[in-house]
């Protein structure tokens, strides 16, 4: 079955960076869209960002564009979430999802991962 493992996780400083990895296997990677998306304490899901199968278009939710940058590398199969300029609110279980198309929403995912805890705090 589908499987992703998010990593990169941990305590960041506001206005500094983290990168998460996602690793994937089990289905064709290089094939799907995928999307890194977020859940703060207590709160709803919320889309941070999608990427075509071949990393040459990227979407981004607001909160998030110009600091964020979502990338992917096919032939090692993960996708990375460069985290840069953190806020506090950008504390969350972060998770990556396949896509079966770009939807710039959490609507689509198929499957995703265990998620990794990031938590922005001085």
């Known amino acids: 079955q589908v499987q992703l493992v998010e990593s990169g996780g941990g305590l960041g400083q506001p206005g500094g960076s983290l990168r998460l990895s996602c690793a994937a296997s089990?289905?064709?990677?290089?094939?799907?869209?995928m999307s890194w998306v977020r859940q703060a304490p207590g709160k709803g899901l919320e889309w941070i960002s999608d990427?075509?199968?071949?990393?040459?278009?990227?979407y981004y939710a607001d909160s998030v564009k110009g600091r964020f940058t979502i990338s992917r590398d096919n032939a090692k199969n993960t996708l990375y979430l460069q985290m840069n300029s953190l806020k506090p609110e950008d504390t969350a279980v972060y998770y990556c999802?396949?896509?079966?198309?770009?939807?710039?929403?959490?609507?689509?995912?198929?499957?995703w991962g265990k998620g990794t805890l990031v938590t922005v705090s001085s």
């Open positions: 999802a396949k896509k079966e198309g770009v939807t710039r929403s959490y609507y689509g995912m198929d499957y």
């Open positions: 089990r289905f064709t990677f290089s094939s799907y869209v």
């Open positions: 990427i075509s199968s071949g990393g040459g278009t990227t």
